[in-house]
């Protein structure tokens, strides 16, 4: 069964900062890796998507990378922003079997960014 | 970009009574829908796929005659939650796979979410 764990749990930081955060999942027949924010009570927006065959992605400050073979994604923020504060969430989605079309997410990493 | 609305966004209601969220895909249609579950500081966990036209797939200790799931078009699915209990109570998050997308081939948008407060 696939099982996603994220580091660290929570992260506190002063505006400015550059930022890792850390993904690591337990089976690499994955289709893709997608990272999503999270704010307080609603839903999720996705930030990031790798394919599998992809090694990483940018959007603005957000530059995410994916290692299939070792099953890890790092997600990095550059200069973070008090706006940036948030719960980051991690998820890959099978790519066979009873896995196929299934997200499976970590628990996230809660980001708190001060001015 | 593709929108996907739950309604209610909060509800509080007595233990007991049944409770039905509805996940509406705006602008595309959607036959697999998905419903997740979230507790405070946990991840979202996967309860059911939903199929427009079909029974609903329910993962591993998920009650399927508890929380019953209707996919009765191609833009709406609903989770009814029967004879709630506080238990039961937990962030409801739906996501709805677009049958159109060709930029990435099953792309799932979710909705905002419902908090469900079982009294």
């Known amino acids: 069964k696939q099982e996603v764990t994220q580091i660290p749990a929570a992260l506190s930081v002063p505006e400015g900062e550059n930022l890792v955060l850390n993904c690591s999942f337990t089976?690499?027949?994955?289709?893709?890796l997608q990272w999503f924010r999270q704010d307080p009570g609603k839903g999720l927006t996705s930030l990031l998507l790798?394919?599998?065959?992809?090694r990483e992605q940018t959007s603005g400050r957000l530059n995410a990378s994916l290692d299939k073979s070792s099953g890890r994604s790092t997600l990095y923020i550059a200069a973070s922003q008090p706006g940036d504060s948030a719960t980051y969430l991690c998820a890959v989605r099978g790519d066979r079997g009873s896995t196929l079309g299934r997200l499976y997410f970590g628990r996230g990493t809660q980001l708190t960014v001060w001015p | 970009g593709a929108v996907v609305s739950q309604h209610p966004s909060r509800v509080i209601c007595k233990s007991g009574t049944s409770v039905k969220i509805e996940c509406r895909s705006l602008?595309?249609?959607?036959?697999?829908m998905f419903w997740y579950r979230q507790f405070p500081k946990q991840s979202l966990m996967l309860m059911a796929t939903?199929?427009?036209?079909?029974?609903?797939?329910?993962e591993q200790g998920v009650e399927k005659d508890k929380f019953l799931i209707n996919h009765a078009s191609l833009t709406l699915s609903t989770l009814t939650v029967t004879s709630a209990h506080p238990e039961d109570s937990s962030f409801y998050i739906c996501?709805?796979?677009?049958?159109?997308?060709?930029?990435?081939?099953?792309?799932?948008?979710f909705g905002p979410g419902t908090r469900l407060t079982v009294l």
């Open positions: 996501s709805a796979r677009d049958d159109g997308s060709t930029v990435v081939p099953d792309t799932q948008y």
């Open positions: 602008d595309f249609q959607a036959t697999t």
């Open positions: 939903s199929n427009e036209g079909s029974k609903a797939t329910y």
């Open positions: 790798i394919q599998s065959s992809q």
């Open positions: 089976d690499s027949a994955i289709y893709n």
